[in-house]
């Protein structure tokens, strides 16, 4: 099993930064794909970003460009830099982990990964 645990969100005015730490326990992160999803109230989660155990990244088209998506082995967590959030960046942001990718880049699918946290709130203002 794998606990992962957010921390980091908050309340900002846009245009602002944030960085969200996602801390791993159970497992290894460098074994996984590990990814980002977040959720705005009566929408789908939404795919953010991705990052293969040899530092491949990929990201959503809303936010690339803006947000970056690294890791610290040695502290086993997961970070999303978050820069020039807008308004549309509201919602809750999600940590996730895929044990057994489909393919070698991962997957921007909510089905294919099976380790989540309880999420973390980030409201940007107007």
């Known amino acids: 099993q794998m606990q992962l645990v957010e921390s980091g969100g908050g309340l900002v005015q846009a245009g602002g930064s944030l960085r969200l730490s996602c801390a791993a326990s159970g497992r290894r992160i460098s074994s996984h794909i590990m990814g980002w999803f977040r959720q705005a109230p009566g929408m789908d989660r939404e795919f953010v970003a991705r990052?293969?155990?040899?530092?491949?990244?990929y990201y959503g088209d809303s936010v690339k460009g803006r947000f970056t998506i690294s890791t610290d082995n040695v502290a086993n967590t997961v970070y999303l830099q978050m820069n020039s959030l807008e308004p549309e960046d509201t919602a809750v942001y999600y940590c996730a982990a895929d044990s057994n990718p489909r393919s070698y880049w991962g997957s921007k699918y909510v089905a294919d990964y099976d380790y989540w946290g309880q999420g973390t709130q980030v409201t940007v203002s107007s």
């Open positions: 990052i293969r155990w040899n530092g491949g990244t």
